[in-house]
């Protein structure tokens, strides 16, 4: 009776260990599909301009030159270290200030633009910033993000600002294919970003020193 439990167990563990196998497979094989969110454009009350890459402003003042939304809010995020170049003399810019120098550039005039934070890690992080900053008159939220994070943002953002219409918007411009094992970049999105993915349901998002948990 034994030695037929245990092997019906085993034989139950390694069905639902390849069900598991044949699941991450195919999610992995059509992250180019899933990844990826475009929401359709409506008015917001905030434009949230997440970090991570600086020429995601061109877009973001673009949806506010056509009047999405009344304001952008943008972060200073972790800059890693430039010592090496600045000894040489180059100069080193912290995003942030490549973001404000491409709204001005853009037309965004500066009142129109909030920085928040201080060296922040993650989409976390910047989501639980936002939650302390945004009073109720916030009801919707436009988002400005690279196609391969797009997915995993809405999530973040919709479980750290509850009650709150969250709309994705990606720069055309960035390139993201479907077929992403045929594009070297889409390739390396789609491996951090699916990593990044298991590790927020599964582990401890990381976070500035100090930030402060909305949950």
């Given at each position: 009776m034994i030695?037929?439990?245990?092997?019906?167990?085993?034989?139950?563990?390694?069905?639902?260990?390849?069900?598991?196998?044949?699941?991450?497979?195919?999610?992995?094989?059509?992250?180019?599909?899933?990844?990826?969110?475009?929401?359709?454009?409506?008015p917001a009350d905030a434009l949230v301009l997440l970090g991570g890459d600086p020429r995601r402003a061109v877009h973001a003042?673009?949806?506010?030159?056509?009047?999405?939304?009344?304001?952008?809010?943008?972060?200073?995020?972790?800059?890693?270290?430039?010592?090496?170049?600045?000894?040489?003399?180059?100069?080193?810019?912290p995003e942030e200030v490549r973001t404000m120098q491409a709204l001005s550039l853009k037309g965004v005039p500066p009142e129109a633009v909030r920085l928040y934070g201080q060296d922040l890690l993650s989409t976390v992080d910047e989501g639980e910033h936002l939650a302390q900053l945004f009073g109720p008159e916030v009801k919707t939220v436009l988002v400005v993000t690279s196609p391969h994070h797009s997915r995993r943002a809405k999530l973040i953002l919709q479980r750290l600002l509850p009650g709150r219409e969250i709309i994705l918007s990606t720069p055309p411009y960035e390139r993201?294919?479907?077929?992403?094992?045929?594009?070297?970049?889409?390739?390396?999105?789609?491996?951090?970003?699916?990593?990044?993915?298991?590790?927020?349901?599964?582990?401890?998002?990381?976070?500035?020193?100090?930030?402060?948990?909305?949950?």
């Open positions: 030695r037929k439990t245990l092997g019906f167990l085993l034989k139950a563990w390694g069905a639902l260990s390849l069900l598991a196998l044949l699941l991450g497979a195919g999610a992995l094989l059509t992250a180019g599909w899933w990844l990826r969110v475009d929401d359709e454009l409506k003042a673009d949806l506010y030159l056509r009047g999405l939304a009344p304001v952008i809010y943008t972060c200073r995020p972790m800059n890693e270290s430039q010592e090496p170049l600045v000894s040489l003399g180059m100069p080193s810019e993201f294919e479907r077929k992403w094992w045929t594009h070297q970049t889409s390739a390396r999105h789609v491996i951090i970003e699916c990593a990044k993915f298991l590790y927020y349901f599964a582990g401890t998002p990381f976070r500035a020193s100090g930030a402060v948990k909305t949950e």
